[in-house]
């Protein structure tokens, strides 16, 4: 989760400074916060989703080893998708 953090906040940095010719601000105001606040709902949406996948999957009979396969990939999807939100909602002027 950390790694894929990093890496998509690399390439949206790259990204948005020569589009934009200016670098983020440091100071975080209520819009700011209500952005980051639906990116951790959205990723916990995809989470939970993830978590009920596994318990699925588990269900059926599969190695528990494909169980916690699922819950590693839900993770990572959940991060990308907590870093997308908010870049879409930043993009689109929010």
């Given at each position: 989760s950390?790694?894929?953090?990093i890496?998509?906040?690399?390439?949206?940095?790259?990204?948005?400074?020569?589009?934009?010719?200016?670098?983020e601000?440091?100071?975080?105001?209520?819009?700011?916060?209500?952005?980051?606040?639906?990116?951790?709902?959205?990723a916990?949406?995809?989470?939970?989703?993830?978590?009920v996948?596994?318990?699925?999957?588990?269900?059926?009979?599969?190695?528990?080893s494909a169980?916690?396969?699922?819950?590693i990939?839900?993770?990572?999807?959940?991060?990308?998708?907590?870093?997308?939100?908010?870049?879409?909602?930043?993009?689109?002027?929010?």
């Open positions: 950390i790694v894929v953090t890496i998509v906040t690399i390439v949206f940095t790259i990204h948005y400074r020569p589009t934009a010719r200016e670098s601000p440091s100071i975080t105001d209520e819009r700011d916060r209500l952005i980051e606040l639906i990116g951790h709902r959205n916990l949406y995809v989470f939970s989703i993830g978590v996948l596994a318990m699925a999957v588990l269900a059926f009979g599969t190695p528990i169980m916690f396969i699922t819950l990939y839900a993770g990572l999807l959940s991060s990308v998708v907590d870093e997308l939100t908010r870049f879409m909602l930043y993009r689109r002027g929010f």
